[in-house]
């Protein structure tokens, strides 16, 4: 039986895993983007690049792809994961609290980059529906570079983070309206009526759509609530890949993109709440997929024509990169955002995407847009999500030296008492860390807070709050703070990151220290206790323990017994999430003196 294997016939497989487990860690030992390294794999071992020289040289063709049409089918389930993860992403109450900056920014980017783009290709000689292509295709910036860019410098929750976000939001949720308009303009590039082929599209895309939406809510639901109760993760991971392919699969049959439909799939799980448990399922098939997406993008890449015409690739690459850099940056000044700010979004989201090579691909195929300028236009795309690394070091040196120093207002200019007194330290002093405040003030215990906005500082200092400006995670700040001789750390942000480099540092200076923190949720707890919490609270398990204690009094259970059972669930729950090896709950300093 071994025999009768064909090693060919996994020999792609091979060369996918080969660069997914070996060639892209190895990049990123020397800070290589892995999306950079999935390209550049793809450009050497493609058939441009090694595997045209695998018919001659017969020990090439292991290790090559000689044909990208042979991954095409995996890199279009990555292009139908990673729509159907931004699906789950967006949530209506996230689109609400960002609104101004997606539908405005965003948009107005889309639009703007869009027009502009395309009137310019349109002057250069392309066809009106080429250019309208091509206009907005190179209007859309790299999602996944972008992302994973600012995520590695923790910098999503800044303020050129959050617009650039927002930016790349509204160009993700735009994909699915310019898929739809290339798949109408190529039923019409046969000839026909293009009103009648519209109306037949949206007809044909309304009826689909709405066949997934309404079996989607009927179903969905029940399934996963059945799924999940076999504890089984194998099932639930087969079902998540069931749904996001099976609706990515309707939705292709009805004449649309896969990606469409996953999309939508994605959308109606966002609001169960199954959807934290999905993201995880689907991460590590999304990232190898979209991997293989970027691996068939740099075997696009022909070395012939950057050769044959380098100035104009380069010319095209310079073009659309000042171009959507200016008007991003003329938005986003329009926006109120600072110059800083304006500047490093705009850098950020100058480089094209990869959402460019999906559209232009379905194009080329419509024959809506000639090969020609198909592969000048994606080399100039290439070009600039190669250098975006490089880009984004320089948008954040520059943004740095534009930072107008920020006035501190007087009160958060004061520093915390230096009298070296024992006294609990709390940091964040929103609503969570006042009450907590409020209670420690309640019983008698001396306490500092600790916040990063200087606002919320004065604010506080003029209600007669002991409340100091600084950062908690700094290690000279805490030591300035009396970490050294503190009782307890109570950390009381919202920020998961801002938890975690707090909660490092003030173990790193007090291994002793008493530390209880606040989680996002179990998994965040767990993660907290790893790195040497004593206790930490999450937010989803304690507000389930308060709703069960009021309805269960509501319910006319006599109030002793409904509060044994809520602290028996809350020692259940810390049980589970805290490892064996976790530190203890330390006894106060006293205590534990009297107890030695």
């Known amino acids: 039986m071994a025999g009768t294997v064909d090693p060919s016939v996994y020999k792609d497989a091979i060369v996918v895993l080969a660069t997914a487990g070996v060639i892209v860690p190895f990049a990123k030992r020397f800070k290589v983007n892995s999306v950079v390294a999935f390209m550049a794999c793809g450009a ?23 044909k990208a049409e042979a991954l095409a089918g995996p890199a279009e389930l990555g292009v139908a994961f990673l729509l159907f993860v931004i699906g789950l992403e967006l949530s209506f109450e996230r689109l609400m609290t960002m609104r101004r900056l997606v539908f405005g920014l965003g948009l107005g980017q889309v639009a703007l980059s869009g027009g502009v ?108 609530r059945l799924v999940a109760s076999t504890d ?75 050769a044959a015409h380098p100035f104009a690739i380069l010319g095209i690459a310079i073009g659309l990169f000042a171009a959507k850099s200016l008007l991003v940056f003329a938005l986003a000044r329009r926006f109120r955002l600072s110059r800083a700010t304006a500047l490093e979004t705009a850098i950020m989201i100058g480089p094209g995407g990869e959402f460019a090579f999906v559209l232009f691909g379905g194009a080329v195929s419509a024959k809506l847009l000639s090969q020609n300028a198909e592969s000048l236009v994606l080399a100039a795309v290439s070009l ?38 024992a006294r609990a330290i709390v940091v964040g002093c929103g609503r969570v860390g006042r009450l907590v405040g409020a209670m420690l003030d309640e019983h008698g215990k001396p306490y500092i807070a600790i916040d990063f906005d200087p606002a919320l500082v004065a604010t506080q200092r003029r209600a007669g709050r002991p409340v100091f400006y600084g950062d908690a995670a700094n290690l000279d700040f805490l030591r300035l703070s009396g970490l050294d001789e503190a009782t307890a750390l109570i950390v009381t942000i919202d920020n998961p990151r801002a938890v975690d480099a707090t909660v490092l540092a003030a173990r790193t200076l007090r291994p002793d220290l008493v530390i209880v923190a606040r989680a996002r949720d179990a998994s965040h707890a767990r993660h907290l206790y790893q790195i040497g919490v004593n206790d930490a609270v999450p937010e989803t398990i304690e507000a389930s323990l308060q709703l069960s204690e009021a309805a269960l009094v509501g319910l006319g259970v006599p109030m002793g017994l409904v509060i044994a059972s809520i602290h028996e669930r809350r020692d259940q729950f810390r049980t589970e999430l805290k490892p064996a090896d976790a530190p203890a709950q330390a006894l106060p300093r006293d205590a534990r003196s009297r107890r030695l």
């Open 44 to 66: 050497l071992l493609g058939p441009f690049g090694l595997g045209g020289l695998a018919s001659s040289v017969p020990l090439l063709s292991s290790i090559t792809v000689a």
């Open 117 to 224: 783009i395309g009137a310019i290709a349109y002057w250069l000689g392309q066809p009106a529906a080429a250019a309208l292509i091509i206009g907005f295709g190179l209007a859309l910036s790299s999602t996944a570079m972008v992302v994973e860019l600012l995520s590695a410098k923790r910098r999503m929750t800044s303020s050129a983070g959050r617009a650039s976000f927002a930016i790349l939001l509204c160009q993700d949720i735009a994909v699915i309206p310019l898929l739809f308009l290339v798949s109408v303009l190529g039923a019409q590039a046969d000839g026909g009526s293009l009103l009648a082929g519209l109306a037949q599209a949206l007809v044909q895309a309304f009826g689909a759509i709405a066949a997934i939406v309404v079996i989607g809510r009927l179903a969905l639901r029940p399934l996963f």
């Open 232 to 306: 089984s993760s194998e099932s639930f991971m087969a079902a998540t890949l069931l749904i996001a392919l099976g609706t990515g699969l309707i939705a292709a049959a009805a004449g649309l993109s896969m990606g469409l439909g996953a999309f939508i799939a994605g959308l109606l799980l966002a609001e169960t709440e199954y959807r934290r448990a999905i993201e995880v399922t689907i991460e590590p098939f999304k990232s190898l997929l979209i991997g293989v997406f970027f691996l068939t993008v740099g075997m696009g890449v022909n070395p012939a024509d950057l």
């Open 384 to 421: 600039t999500m190669v250098v975006l690394p490089l880009l984004a070091r320089l948008a954040r040196a520059l943004s740095q030296r534009l930072a107008v120093p920020s006035t501190l207002p007087e009160e958060a200019k004061v520093l915390p008492p230096d009298d070296h007194s």
